[in-house]
């Protein structure tokens, strides 16, 4: 028998009916390691479900990714430090307990199963199995033997009903009983095999061998329960302290991510204040590290944003300045040019015939360019109170027909518009910033639309809505954004028009100010259509006009390149 049978073969796992485990000395030639591996479909089955479900999460919290991330490296972490702890244990204590076991068991095959005759009877195995099985190790032994009739007889030492043949995975029973090559290597035809297998979830350590030079085979039966229960508190045991340092992880983790999302926090609150237009927030910089470095980047910026607004607001208002200022120094000029070209233009009107047939086109050249200087000029003064935003209303009950009425009648419309509007509908407005409006945008379609022009007036909820809709070609689509544009002119070619470019700008500021709106688009028939949406219940504080102030904004004759369509 081969004495080093027992030291081989070390780090097997617990499987039932499995092939033999390597022997000391050799197994069968075909023979392998006799372990089964688990069957993996349906952990491999989950993996797949859990990785779908995850695949549709979206983590879009900085914190839970934060978190997540810390999550999976100190799981990673545990697991791998868990698994090899268990392991390497685990290996220690089965290899430990078998060594002892198989130790004894040869020993025990040497010294008393050896001393047996070549053909003992039933009786004598019996006796002997039960002291081999009173070690130290207390396994159970089967002895099989030929007697002197040459019948099998057997001897175990738990009785008739304790460790039978049947016990014994036929693959441990095939390579114990095959006679091996005797060499030079190898001088024992026959070897010590053992194998763990598993009989209703207890493990048990199987071994057997044959007495060399004729005698009986022996098996032995150890139970691996107390190894087995040990390594099941180990696992519980690393599976807890696996589970603390997760929860610990997440603990790091949130402390990590308030660390880091606070500053974070921080700069998204001064990024919105500072879209508000409050350009004098500022972050407070602490530390030398990274988020540091982006407050510092962020005050920078807010700081040259600041400067940046304040050059343009003072630039603006000098602007705003300088135009108001002219605007009020051309007004004295005008006067006396005006004065002056009503006295010529009497002079055309009269029926005298003083004025000289060769100097009359000049004449009337000039009347008629001073009147666009003077609507400029007072278009110019009426865009300025509104960039300086002292444009007041003057409030009144306004009967809505009667006010576009007269609007058409003092400009000698009423041939060329249709009033669609029920009378006794009532809204508190400013009239003159009323008729400046509808006079820009009546004028404004007879001009490049054409008559006949429709003027619609309809309520809706509080609300009042006036149409004016002409029966032209439309407003191109690329000019249509620019239509209440100051200046904005739809043709290069024609830069120079007798309107000023302001007349449908004014219009809407006159409409703002009342809290209204107008829109510009083309009807579905044929035409542009300008609506006028006002609130009927407008309240607002009251300024007078001065004395003698003409209707600013009455500027019927401007070009629709600045206002709406461009040039026909």
């Given at each position: 028998m081969c004495p080093a049978?027992?030291?081989?073969?070390?780090?097997?796992?617990?499987?039932?009916?499995a092939d033999p485990y390597r022997a000391g000395c050799r197994l069968p030639a075909g023979s392998a390691s006799v372990r089964q591996r688990h069957h993996q479909g349906g952990d491999r089955g989950w993996t797949a479900a859990r990785k779908g479900v995850l695949s549709r999460l979206r983590f879009t919290s900085l914190r839970l990714r934060l978190v997540v991330v810390f999550g999976l490296v100190a799981l990673t972490a545990a697991v791998s430090a868990s698994g090899i702890a268990y392991w390497l244990n685990r290996e220690a204590v089965l290899t430990r307990a078998q060594d002892a076991v198989l130790h004894d068991f040869e020993q025990e095959m040497q010294n008393r199963a050896g001393a047996l005759p070549e053909h003992p009877t039933q009786d004598e195995l019996q006796h002997t199995a039960g002291q081999m099985a009173g070690s130290d190790q207390r396994f159970s032994v089967l002895l099989v033997a030929s007697n002197a009739d040459g019948?099998?007889?057997?001897?175990?030492?738990?009785?008739?009903?304790?460790?039978?043949?049947?016990?014994?995975?036929?693959?441990l029973r095939t390579a114990v009983n095959k006679r091996q090559k005797v060499d030079g290597a190898d001088k024992h035809p026959y070897h010590l095999y053992w194998q763990r297998v598993v009989d209703h979830d207890t493990p048990y350590l199987v071994a057997g061998t044959r007495v060399i030079g004729g005698g009986p085979t022996g098996y032995m039966l150890k139970s691996l329960e107390p190894e087995a229960k040990d390594l099941n508190s180990l696992s519980w045991s690393l599976g807890i302290a696996t589970g603390l340092a997760l929860i610990g992880s997440a603990l790091l983790a949130q402390a990590a991510a308030t660390t880091v999302l606070k500053p974070v926090q921080r700069l998204g609150a001064a990024a919105r204040r500072l879209g508000e237009g409050k350009l004098d927030t500022r972050l407070r910089v602490s530390g030398t590290d990274e988020l540091a470095d982006l407050s510092r980047t962020f005050n920078k910026a807010a700081e040259a944003l600041e400067k940046r607004v304040a050059d343009m607001a003072a630039r603006d208002e000098a602007s705003r300045r300088f135009v108001a200022d002219m605007s009020h120094e051309l007004r004295t000029p005008l006067t006396a040019i005006t004065a002056v070209t009503e006295v010529l233009e009497e002079e055309l009107e009269a029926e005298t015939g003083s004025m000289d047939p060769m100097i009359e086109p000049?004449?009337?050249?000039?009347?008629?360019?001073?009147?666009?200087?003077?609507?400029?000029v007072e278009n110019l003064m009426e865009v300025t109170r509104f960039d300086a935003g002292t444009a007041r209303l003057v409030l009144d009950d306004v009967d809505i027909a009667d006010q576009i009425t007269a609007c058409i009648d003092a400009r000698a419309w009423l041939d060329a518009v249709e009033l669609d509007a029920d009378r006794g509908i009532h809204a508190r407005l400013d009239p003159r910033r009323l008729d400046v409006i509808l006079a820009n945008l009546i004028g404004n379609a007879l001009k490049h639309g054409g008559s006949p022009v429709r003027v619609s007036v309809r309520e809706a909820d509080d609300s009042l809505v006036i149409e004016?809709?002409?029966?032209?070609?439309g407003i191109p689509e690329d000019v249509l954004?620019?239509?209440?544009?100051?200046?904005?002119?739809?043709?290069?070619?024609?830069?120079?028009?007798?309107?000023?470019?302001?007349?449908?700008?004014?219009?809407?500021?006159?409409?703002?100010?009342?809290?209204?709106?107008i829109t510009a688009a083309n009807s579905p028939d044929s035409g542009a259509v300008f609506t006028l949406r006002l609130p009927r219940h407008t309240s607002g504080p009251g300024e007078q006009p001065a004395e003698g102030e003409r209707k600013p904004g009455d500027d019927t004759g401007q070009d629709r390149g600045a206002d709406s369509k461009g040039d026909a």
């Open positions: 049978a027992a030291r081989q073969g070390r780090g097997r796992a617990l499987v039932p009916d019948r099998t007889v057997y001897g175990s030492s738990g009785g008739l009903s304790g460790f039978s043949l049947q016990d014994v995975p036929v693959s000049a004449v009337r050249l000039v009347v008629s360019e001073t009147r666009r200087l003077n609507d400029l004016v809709q002409d029966h032209g070609p954004p620019h239509v209440f544009d100051r200046f904005y002119k739809a043709s290069a070619s024609r830069p120079r028009s007798e309107g000023s470019g302001l007349g449908l700008s004014i219009a809407l500021e006159n409409a703002h100010i009342h809290g209204g709106e």
